[in-house]
């Protein structure tokens, strides 16, 4: 009879194997999709949560089927370069009816939201973030044992220190005994050991010739100790301050409501994860704006007429006597859909807010179609005008950058585009994109 063992051991490695395969193919369906799960609105209206579900792709595995196969490759003959092998030709769906193929394997999980910007936004950060001779805030980290000193209590002895100390005392002692002796260091160490770490002792011993000790030892001197320092452990960290503004007007539709608080969102939670010391403003408008806490400002509608200048010259206040620049890095970022009844005032609080030399302005615009109450057309418009720019063209949509006033511009024209902003605005590294001269 046949007996067959298997190690529960084995069987366990292998568990944990299959588990950190799943585990990278998750990873990688999501950064495949990541648009798609930027965008997805479900996460963004569950409020508090810390676990989301995520829809990806099903993880197929690769396997052999048995069977025939209509196209070519091996086994139909001499294939050419090219030729795809065990694709059978799709049929026509019929005019207006349901689709004949079959769909996609869709599967959801529930990921950790920390996770999700972990996995979306390694590479990101602040750009052109300073070290403010101010702003450093020194914050504790715990308490570190990096300093020794000669006194101290038992129980902080450094036991390496201290014998290495006592290792160098020794030897000195022995070259001293061997210098007026003249014996060897092996007879010197042995004497030093009869005479229990008494040099005078140790010499006497030679020069009567009574060394009987047959071994080496090392002796301690209260003088080898050497003990751990304790201190408290601090870094320094760079101020910095984020204020997002927000229109909220009649104009605002819901689509578009939902794409600024989107990108809004991801920004948010990315900045509170990233940075442990970075304060969030939030300012929302229509004819006026006002400072809101967070969870109004992804929650409450409001309508209304639109002065986009209000909510800049609502920022301008807040860094002028809250946010000092000699103190803090600043970063704007507005969200709107360009609407407004008077360009040229935010034009002009626009120009105020660079000329300050803040860290970063952001301008984001969604959908960008010619309203007919604004001839004019949107404040994107005005703002190039006003400033030049380079261009670059992603995703069917425009990005814009002024380097020399750090402002950058964007278009948000459909949820796919919420991800690419955040890369526009949120770089460590420079992008691979090549700006184009407008």
């Known amino acids: 009879m046949t007996v067959i063992y298997q190690d529960e051991g084995e069987l366990s490695e292998k568990g944990h194997k299959d588990a950190e395969r799943h585990r990278q193919k998750i990873d990688k369906a999501i950064r495949k999709n990541v648009r798609d799960v930027i965008g997805n609105e479900s996460i963004i209206t569950r409020k508090g949560k810390k676990k989301v579900r995520v829809t990806v792709k099903g993880l197929k595995d690769y396997r052999f089927i048995y069977g025939d196969s209509n196209s070519a490759g091996i086994g139909q003959g001499e294939g050419k370069p090219g030729d795809i092998i065990d694709q059978r030709p799709k049929e026509e769906d019929g005019e207006g009816g349901p689709g004949q193929d079959e769909g996609d394997d869709l599967m959801e999980t529930e990921v950790d939201i920390d996770y999700l910007l972990q996995i979306m936004f390694e590479d990101l950060g602040l750009p052109w973030i300073e070290e403010k001779t101010k ?6 980290k715990g308490w570190k044992f990096e300093n020794i000193s000669k006194v101290g209590i038992r129980p902080r002895i450094h036991k390496k220190k ?10 000195l002692t022995v070259s001293e005994i061997v210098k007026d002796t003249k014996c060897s260091r092996d007879d010197g160490n042995k004497a030093l050991a009869q005479a229990n770490g008494d040099i005078n002792k140790a010499i006497e011993i030679i020069k009567n010739g009574k060394l009987t000790c047959k071994e080496r030892r090392i002796f301690i001197d209260n003088s080898d100790f050497r003990f751990k ?6 870094e320094y960290h760079s101020n910095a301050v984020v204020i997002a503004m927000m229109d909220v007007s009649g104009s605002m539709g819901l689509e578009k409501k939902y794409l600024c608080r989107s990108l809004l969102f991801w920004m948010t939670q990315f900045l509170k994860k990233k940075y442990d010391f970075v304060d969030i403003k939030f300012i929302q408008h229509t004819t006026t704006a006002k400072v809101v806490n967070e969870d109004e400002f992804f929650n ?74 604004n001839p004019g057309g949107t404040l994107i418009n ?23 006033k750090r402002f950058l511009l964007s278009v948000i024209k459909d949820k796919k585009h919420v991800e690419a902003t955040l890369r ?14 407008l």
């Open 382 to 404: 005005s703002i190039k005008q006003k400033w030049k720019f380079k261009n670059h063209r992603e995703l069917g949509t425009d990005f814009y950058k002024n380097e020399d």
């Open 229 to 234: 320092q304790m201190e408290e452990d601090i």
């Open 424 to 437: 526009h605005f949120l770089f460590q590294k420079e992008l691979k994109w090549e700006y184009q001269n």
């Open 135 to 140: 702003a450093n805030k020194l914050v504790p």
């Open 162 to 171: 201290t014998m290495m100390e006592s290792i160098k005392r020794n030897i």
């Open 300 to 373: 409450k509608a409001e309508s209304g007429g639109t002065n986009c200048w209000t909510a800049f010259e609502k920022a301008n206040y807040i860094i002028d006597t809250e946010y000092p620049l000699d103190e803090w890095n600043v970063y704007c970022v507005y969200v709107g859909d360009g609407e407004d009844w008077d360009n040229n005032k935010t034009i002009t609080k626009i120009g105020e807010m660079l000329d300050k030399k803040i860290n970063m302005l952001g301008y984001v615009e969604i959908d960008t179609e010619e309203n007919p109450w």
